[in-house]
């Protein structure tokens, strides 16, 4: 896979999973992240969980929900309202041979720790020549859609991915966040794994026992949630479910959509970006974030150059304003929606050359 | 469903423990949000606390003349999953709405 450092085999997936033998469970996202937590602390001794209202609250959201409780206050703690510290103190627990898995309570709240996840995070593995790796899962409840007040709607994936030393992660349903999720906190680097706090609540089949359909490997890479021969929308996190309901719609058009998840913003899967595009030969990117800069100016690169032969439009993009993300109100405005995904399909599909 | 456990909170300036007089609600009762839950007697004055939020109660703490410090759980609610969350709101699953038509003429070539 282009890009990923020591990509690990299905068969490098952590132990314990077998424990649960081949159930398969519908669980809200929330349930399959809370499961997944309850279970890498069962793993890993070297685990701990801390943030704010992540211990005796069980977290905002209750993805922490009784693990203290079950794991103890040494293991699952609470921590002052500074997300410099919590990070700050992961870098300590990392570098003392802990895994910590942090949590910033919102997206917006992660910029106090910048200089955490910059300048320490991201470069002690490198700055120490691998004396000191850090092992850190750091959970972002992320992205907009729940009518929240400011700074609980962003979406800060193209600010990591720009980061080297960072990977970024995020599932899109159930079954993504849990074995996505126990894959990130096994990882001996540092993760920055983004919730989709809009689809927490959304319930879907979790299967314990495979990480991705049989045969397709770990879960490292792009995930082709629905195939098509026509045009390729790439997302990742809640836009996933939205591009497959784009799908959907586009299908009684006679258009057939094929939805890339990209589930990894860094590195990005580029060979199943240009897989995809090289059938399709046409593409749109959705993403939630604002347009300059984006990810999906990355995405639409990488898709070019691996395809510039084959393309029969430029590669569009579906996002949301140049703007600081608005009040609740006006959410519906600046997320992409139906109607502004299907007008980027229209604009690709009526692109000629010359 | 979810449960939420209600922690006894601080009832007044530093006060560290209550004593429980007599409890208001039962398990498996549904409560409404600012419902009397408890009479409990502190240091101070003996108060009556209101219900944080709604739902069904699944659990309580301690019978009439237990003690209960400050941060202990007190009652523990039963609620649904979709309601679990403190901050926004959960977002409504609609069946996807459109107006705009696609048009295409595709060339497979």
């Known amino acids: 896979m282009t890009g990923f450092r020591q990509a690990q085999s299905p068969d490098a997936q952590s132990p314990g999973t077998e424990a649960h033998g081949n159930h398969t469970a519908t669980l809200s996202m929330q349930q399959a992240l809370n499961r997944a937590l309850d279970e890498v602390l069962a793993e890993n001794p070297k685990a701990v969980i801390l943030g704010e209202d992540c211990g005796r609250l069980g977290g905002v959201f209750r993805i922490t929900d009784g693990l203290q409780s079950k794991h103890g206050e040494n293991r699952v703690f609470d921590t002052p309202l500074a997300e410099s510290g919590i990070l700050g103190m992961s870098v300590g627990l990392a570098m003392a041979g802990f895994h910590p898995i942090p949590e910033v309570q919102f997206d917006g709240f992660a910029y106090p720790a910048i200089n955490q996840i910059v300048c320490q995070i991201a470069r002690m593995n490198y700055r120490s020549r691998g004396k000191l790796p850090m092992p850190i899962t750091l959970r972002v409840p992320s992205f907009g859609g729940i009518r929240a007040p400011e700074h609980h709607g962003e979406s800060l994936e193209a600010l990591f991915a720009h980061v080297p030393g960072l990977k970024v992660v995020s599932p899109s349903n159930p079954h993504e966040a849990y074995h996505l999720l126990k894959y990130a906190a096994t990882r001996p680097d540092p993760v920055i794994f983004m919730e989709p706090k809009s689809r927490y609540w959304q319930k879907g089949d979790v299967d314990f026992s495979t990480a991705d359909a049989p045969g397709t490997g770990s879960p490292t890479g792009a995930k082709v949630m629905r195939e098509g021969r026509h045009l390729t929308l790439v997302a990742w996190g809640a836009m996933v479910s939205r591009c497959l309901q784009v799908a959907e719609l586009a299908a009684e058009d006679g258009i057939d959509v094929e939805v890339l998840d990209l589930r990894w913003l860094k590195p990005i899967d580029a060979d199943a ?49 140049d703007v600081p993300y608005p009040s609740g109100d006006l959410e519906d405005e600046y997320i992409p929606n139906i109607d502004r995904i299907l007008f980027g399909i229209q604009r690709v599909l009526e692109y000629r050359r010359g | ?41 502190t240091t101070k004055s003996a108060v009556e606390l209101p219900s944080p939020q709604a739902g069904k109660v699944v659990r309580i703490y301690g019978g009439p003349g237990d003690k209960i410090n400050v941060g202990e759980p007190l009652i523990v609610f039963e609620v649904p999953d979709n309601t679990a969350g403190i901050v926004g709101t959960v977002p409504k699953e609609e069946a996807p709405k459109r107006r705009v038509r696609l048009s295409a003429v595709l060339d497979e070539d």
């Open chain 1, 273 to 321: 970006l240009v897989t995809s595009v090289r059938k399709t030969r046409r593409a749109v990117v959705v993403h939630e974030a604002p347009l300059t800069s984006g990810l999906g100016a990355e995405v639409a690169q990488l898709i070019t150059h691996g395809c510039f032969d084959t393309l029969k439009a430029p590669v569009e993009r579906v996002t949301g304003f």
């Open chain 2, 1 to 41: 469903m979810a449960e939420i456990s209600f922690p006894l909170p601080d009832l007044g300036e530093g006060l560290i423990e209550a004593t429980v007089l007599e409890w208001l609600v039962s398990p498996g009762e549904q409560v409404e949000r600012n419902q009397p839950l408890v009479e409990v007697e």
